[in-house]
């Protein structure tokens, strides 16, 4: 038989651990509805951008990350892309890249979405990220950009590099690097965006409103100096 102080702390400690259990259950549990939440939001905060069609002529498709989305704005349709000339059709997927790796929601690379996304049948197509490459590794980036110029081969392209936000700045000059070795392997123009001053959100990785004017405006301005071209076949 236990003696009653023995008994009481025995009681004591199993009373700590379940309420320590519990608390981890909570836990795990809120982490685990952090992750869906979140990449639904993507996905209507997707859709939403998708079903904006701006100006009119050359139909483009602007294929890109949270920038072309257009995340932190009050309106979606004013996101960078919607400064571009053209009619333009924006598949953008917020915390996407070139890396298959790059978000945590699944297949939304630019080569997952990008077979579905020239449904809109584009006279060109921009392609805009790189910033949510910054902690994959240079063979990602290699695969994810040969993968997606095989879907885009045929199709008239261009692609735009990362601009330097401050929460990631110390990666952009390495990924903005392979991206250029990249785009002049498959023979498509590349637009460097990393010189830009661009005004930011208070969490220093979006654009503000005058940001995303800015950089459409910039991006619009390079676009009418290069010749879009169409991928180089070199294998997957």
């Not at 000339?85 to 997927?93: D, E, I």
């Not at 945590?104 to 077979?115: E, L, N, T, Y």
Request: some cysteine; overall charge neutral.
């Amino acid at each position: 038989m236990l003696h009653r102080g023995n008994l009481r702390r025995v009681v004591g400690a199993s009373t700590i651990a379940l309420l320590i259990a519990a608390l981890m259950a909570f836990y795990v549990a809120d982490i685990a509805d952090a992750g869906p939440t979140r990449c639904q939001q993507h996905r209507l905060d997707a859709r939403e951008r998708a079903a904006v069609v701006t100006g009119r002529g050359e139909r483009v498709l602007v294929i890109g990350d949270s920038w072309s989305v257009g995340l932190g704005q009050d309106d979606l349709a004013r996101s960078w892309a919607g400064r571009l000339p053209g009619q333009v059709h924006v598949r953008g997927f917020s915390g996407s890249g070139f890396s298959a790796a790059a978000s945590g929601c699944g297949r939304v690379s630019f080569h997952d979405r990008a077979p579905t996304a020239l449904g809109v049948r584009p006279r060109l197509v921009v392609v805009e990220g790189g910033l949510n490459d910054y902690d994959q590794p240079a063979r990602a980036i290699d695969r994810g950009f040969r993968e997606l110029m095989a879907d885009l081969v045929g199709h008239r392209v261009v692609v735009v590099g990362p601009a330097t936000a401050p929460l990631r700045a110390g990666a952009v000059p390495r990924v903005d690097d392979r991206l250029q070795v990249l785009a002049d392997l498959y023979g498509v123009p590349y637009v460097r965006t990393s010189d830009l001053d661009l005004d930011y959100l208070d969490d220093r990785l979006h654009l503000t409103e005058d940001g995303h004017r800015e950089l459409g405006d910039a991006v619009a301005d390079r676009l009418a100096a290069v010749t879009p071209a169409r991928p180089a076949v070199l294998g997957r």
